[in-house]
């Protein structure tokens, strides 16, 4: 029998600690990616209107 990966709020923990895998985004950083992305989106539609 192989041992079970860990559960999904250990992983998160880990990475909210920064010790997740390489490219695992914490949720502030997640939250700002969303923010950043809607605001050039907006940007975008902006530009286009001109």
């Known amino acids: ?5 860990p559960p999904d709020w250990y992983r998160r923990a880990e990475v909210e600690r ?10 502030a950083e997640c939250e700002e990616l969303k ?3 809607k605001r050039n ?3 975008a ?3 286009e209107a001109l």
């Open 18 to 27: 920064s010790e997740g895998r390489p490219g695992e985004l914490t949720s």
């Open 35 to 37: 923010r950043l992305r």
């Open 45 to 47: 539609k902006t530009i």
């Open 1 to 5: 029998m192989s041992p079970e990966p």
């Open 41 to 43: 989106a907006e940007k």
